[in-house]
């Protein structure tokens, strides 16, 4: 059986790179609670492109 739940899995993308004209793209899988926080989580992530910690938003 497969579990049943409100979690469902995200993708974090960096605001800071789209704007810096790098090459590449710095992403992140994550889950959230989609009861809990209904609108797009930011978190701060590394991002080894830029090589230091950067704003992550949800996509989709």
């Known amino acids: 059986m497969a579990k049943k739940g409100n979690r469902v899995q995200v993708i ?3 605001t800071e790179h789209k704007t810096s004209g790098m090459p590449g793209t710095s ?3 994550t889950t959230k609670n989609k009861k809990n926080t209904p609108e797009r989580i930011e978190l701060k992530k590394f991002n080894p492109i ?5 704003t992550h938003k ?3």
């Open 12 to 14: 974090l993308e960096c």
């Open 50 to 54: 830029l090589k230091k910690v950067t």
């Open 27 to 29: 992403r992140y899988i």
């Open 58 to 60: 949800e996509i989709k």
